[in-house]
């Protein structure tokens, strides 16, 4: 059926092959694996990544108004360097969207990108007839990969994996009633008809079966891990300022306000520490909380925020590589997990990153016992997310560690891989396709 004794597999992820993304980062690693093993992935996404050169990849744009002018957004800023012709461009796009905007604001009020799901449906189907792929695979991220998952099971009945990068379901997620309703059904969709479903920890399962029992055992837990950096790593050099790195984005539900009073009650202890900690700060823009908590914070020349780093245009490097060289760098690199009980189910992508620099983490964890576990298990500081005295103790450790140049890497590899999590999703679709056989 399929060319060669290759499997081709069919791709739905809407943020694929974008730089520095967590949700592209997940799918996006697993590629090279997949080829390695024999599977030619045949991938589904928006424009707003980078068209891929090495496999079959098609771009294609949402359906509705709303997830359209936000893809549109963001291809052409990256690709109108003038701002003036950019805004003019942007305005006359909205100014013709706008009566189809309100109308689906008004209408359905459900996640952004849902409408992507309708051209990613067409796109695939046709994939189907041309290439006749082994199964689909669904990953976000964004939920409509997964509905359109759905839709070209029902239509041709492959066997559909299904990868939840976060909780579908958690009470005071979301205030709008309609995107609750679809977001329930659409989990309860993937529990009953995906082939194969897993989540990223072992919360999320643990919750989804016991909602969904119908689910049995095909849900799982894998952990998605990710790639070793392609770049030579510079063995660490204690330098003269202790540089605690924070890499990637901030929101008010994970934002730098406890950190910043854990560190002020160090610095009222002692005061010299002012001459050479430093925290630099590396992603998007800063949310109103940790802004607010910056304004406060007595010492300003302490702090210095880098924003995002982009591919660098004259070496062509690209962002996430000049990012990773910047933690590799860190004396130590603060994970912040938050403090919402969405982080019970939840595990930062940062972190698989963080722990591949070898480089000590203090991690602020909240009610994740398993996160605790695989940091603490690797030698890292994993405390209470909202326990300012704890992260302050953290915070003495660490600066009594550095002061005796006792912050070398770890020269442990990170046990969390993509190409585990790669043979695993691979081992787990072999059975299911088995099984399918046998029925058949």
């Not at 690709?79 to 359905?108: A, C, D, G, N, Q």
């Not at 016991?210 to 689910?215: A, F, I, S, V, Y």
């Not at 005061?271 to 908590?293: F, K, M, N």
């Not at 962002?319 to 939840?346: I, S, W």
Request: hydrophobic share 40%; proline share 5%.
């Amino acid at each position: 059926m399929n060319e060669g004794n290759k499997q081709v597999w069919l791709v739905l992820s809407h943020g694929f092959n974008m730089d520095g993304r967590a949700a592209s980062q997940t799918i996006t690693d697993k590629i090279p694996h997949l080829l390695k093993l024999g599977i030619e992935p045949v991938v589904v996404s928006a424009i707003t990544g980078k068209k891929d050169k090495v496999i079959e990849h098609h771009q294609v744009l949402p359906a509705g108004p709303v997830a359209l002018r936000f893809d549109l957004r963001h291809y052409l800023k990256q690709r109108i360097s003038s701002r003036v012709i950019y805004r003019i461009v942007m305005t006359v796009f909205s100014l013709v969207l706008l009566p189809f905007l309100i109308i689906e604001k008004l209408f359905i009020r459900i996640e952004t990108h849902w409408s992507w799901a309708i051209t990613a449906y067409f796109t695939g189907a046709r994939i189907i007839r041309a290439r006749m792929p082994t199964l689909v695979y669904s990953t976000g991220g964004a939920y409509s990969a997964h509905l359109a998952g759905y839709w070209l099971k029902r239509r041709f009945g492959l066997p559909w994996i299904a990868e939840i990068h976060d909780p579908m379901i958690f009470p005071g997620l979301t205030k709008n009633k309609m995107r609750m309703r679809f977001s329930a059904w659409l989990e309860g969709t993937i529990c009953k008809h995906a082939d194969v479903v897993w989540w990223f920890t072992e919360e999320a399962l643990a919750r989804a079966r016991t909602r969904h029992p119908e689910l049995g055992e095909r849900g799982h837990c894998i952990i998605p891990g990710a790639n070793a950096p392609d770049f030579s790593r510079a063995p660490y050099r204690r330098g003269k300022h202790l540089v605690i790195g924070h890499f990637g984005s901030l929101a008010e539900t994970r934002n730098l306000e406890i950190f910043l009073l854990s560190l002020r009650r160090v610095l009222e202890k002692n005061p010299q520490w002012t001459e050479h900690l430093r925290l630099h700060l590396y992603g998007g823009g800063i949310d109103a909380v940790s802004a607010q908590a910056l304004k406060d914070f007595p010492h300003p020349s302490m702090i210095e925020n880098f924003g995002r780093l982009e591919t660098d245009p004259k070496s062509g490097e690209s962002g996430r590589d000049r990012v990773l060289k910047r933690m590799n760098a860190a004396d130590c690199l603060l994970l912040l997990h938050g403090t919402v009980p969405f982080c019970e189910e939840y595990i930062p992508s940062k972190m698989f990153e963080y722990l591949w620099t070898q480089r000590p983490i203090l991690a602020l964890v909240w009610h994740n016992p398993q996160m605790e576990h695989m940091l603490r298990e690797l030698g890292h500081w994993a405390v209470t997310a909202d326990d300012a005295d704890s992260i302050a103790s953290a915070l003495e450790e660490l600066h009594a560690r550095w002061m005796q140049n006792d912050l070398a890497d770890s020269g442990v590899p990170s046990p969390y891989t993509s190409e585990a999590a790669t043979r695993q999703i691979i081992a787990l679709a072999r059975e299911s396709l088995t099984r399918n056989s046998l029925r058949t």
